[in-house]
């Protein structure tokens, strides 16, 4: 594994992987302490459960709206200029984040964010798999998403902090340098005009993304996406949520619980991505991971029982004291876990979804499937747990999050299998 870390570290040789790695460092820090200071809003402003799963629909709605188009004009156009762009919006996300008064200012801030989030995340993907070596595009995946994850965990880390230690504004003025030193970055070491292999008169839209669900694994990892999602995005709205409204855990101290998490994605990407390259069967880490990560969902609720059971313990950090329940300890240990689930799911779904765009030379197109599939249950899903932790319970919401993602995978499983036997079948009639 340290091999496989030193490998991912060697790549910051390479200044064009440094620029984008910025891009997802600054796109990562951002998402990560604003779902911190999402929790601190509901808390402020007495949301309910519906209002909070709004902060995580509104979000997804704008990208929704934006992935399709969005994956062709990167795929037709100069995908450095969009990566500038992105970073400009994001900019002036945080400074209308400084100035919200209401629930309803920080929904309509997230979907500005939902619109930056989309052109950073589409066209920093599409990039690094255009740009890496053949053969290598495990590696160049595993390795940046290794950084954004490292990012997250500073966002976490740093992000808790400073909402804990200060204010929203001096956040999200740091945020804001973050993301002008990104920019500062590909605009210096980005080449011109990096991808945009695709001629725009080859192909339309719906000629390009219906060839790409003419593929069977295509087929099968959208079809996986839009129910797992459902579960996920309840984990990553409502957690920290959780954490501050029932047991009053400290802006700090949520942010540790999310770098548990973070931090085994940071370490453990890198070396799954080279385990894809090297293995090959990719579907089989999707599936995995995406089960752990059911287990680890349904694990939440044990937060209720470890905050009556586990005796606090009090920290001390610059200057203060942090008192840290039963609670803290279960949600860090289901966040560490969740952490895993995804790096071994994380890298193998990115490099399917890239080999396959690779066959049509759309990229950006097979990562605009990838990602319009995850918006659908990152569209409803929010809202309604929202409506089952108003109805039910926050016990019954993280459940059927998890029921959600155990039926994914098992869809997958079973699709996936289904396709590759008639794959196989067709191929030897040919023969």
Excluded: C
């Excluded at 799954?272 to 880490?285: A, C, H, N, S, V």
């Excluded at 995995?288 to 029982?305: E, F, K, M």
């Amino acid at each position: 594994m340290s091999s496989g870390l030193g490998r991912s570290v060697a790549l910051f040789r390479d200044r064009e992987f440094a620029a984008l790695a910025g891009t997802a460092f600054a796109r990562s820090q951002a998402y990560s302490t604003v779902l911190i200071a999402l929790a601190l809003y509901a808390e402020q402003f007495d949301t309910t459960g519906f209002v909070e799963g709004l902060f995580g629909t509104s979000f997804a709605l704008a990208q929704l709206l934006i992935v399709l188009p969005l994956g062709r004009k990167i795929d037709t156009g100069n995908a450095k200029r969009f990566l500038l762009a992105g970073l400009v919006v994001n900019v002036a996300v945080f400074g209308g984040f400084a100035l919200v008064e209401n629930a309803t200012h920080v929904v309509l801030m997230r979907v500005a964010q939902g619109v930056g989030a989309s052109i950073l995340w589409i066209t920093g993907s599409t990039v690094v798999g255009e740009i890496s070596p053949d053969d290598q595009s495990g590696r160049w995946l595993g390795s940046y998403n290794q950084v954004a994850a490292f990012s997250s965990l500073a966002g976490d880390v740093v992000g808790g902090y400073l909402l804990y230690a200060y204010d929203f504004r001096l956040t999200y003025l740091v945020l804001s340098l973050v993301t002008i030193g990104a920019f500062v970055l590909v605009f210096a070491f980005l080449r011109d005009n990096p991808g945009g292999k695709t001629d725009p008169a080859e192909a339309t839209s719906v000629e390009t993304f219906r060839t790409l669900l003419g593929r069977p694994m295509v087929r099968a990892l959208v079809s996986f996406r839009l129910t797992f999602s459902f579960g996920k995005m309840a984990v990553i709205i409502f957690l920290p949520i959780l954490a501050r409204t029932e047991f009053g855990i400290s802006a700090f101290a949520i942010g540790w619980i999310l770098a548990g998490g973070k931090l085994t994605k940071s370490i453990l990407q890198g070396y799954t991505g080279e385990l894809t390259d090297r293995i090959g069967r990719k579907p089989y880490f999707v599936a995995a991971g995406a089960l752990l990560y059911g287990v680890g969902t349904a694990a939440i609720p044990l937060s209720y029982v470890a905050e009556g059971t586990l005796n606090p313990v009090t920290v001390g950090f610059a200057g203060n004291t942090v008192e840290l329940g039963g609670a803290f300890f279960a949600l860090f240990a289901a966040y560490g876990l969740l952490g895993v689930a995804d790096s071994l799911r994380l890298p193998a779904s990115m490099s399917l979804f890239v080999d396959e765009g690779e066959r049509f030379d759309s990229v950006a197109s097979s990562m605009s499937l990838r990602s319009i599939s995850w918006k659908v249950g990152q569209v409803i899903g929010p809202a309604v747990v929202g409506i089952i932790i108003d109805l039910v319970s926050t016990t019954a919401a993280f459940l059927t999050a998890a029921g959600f993602i155990v039926v994914a995978t098992t869809v997958f499983t079973v699709v996936q299998a289904r396709e590759r036997q008639t794959t196989a079948t067709v191929s030897t009639l040919g023969d």
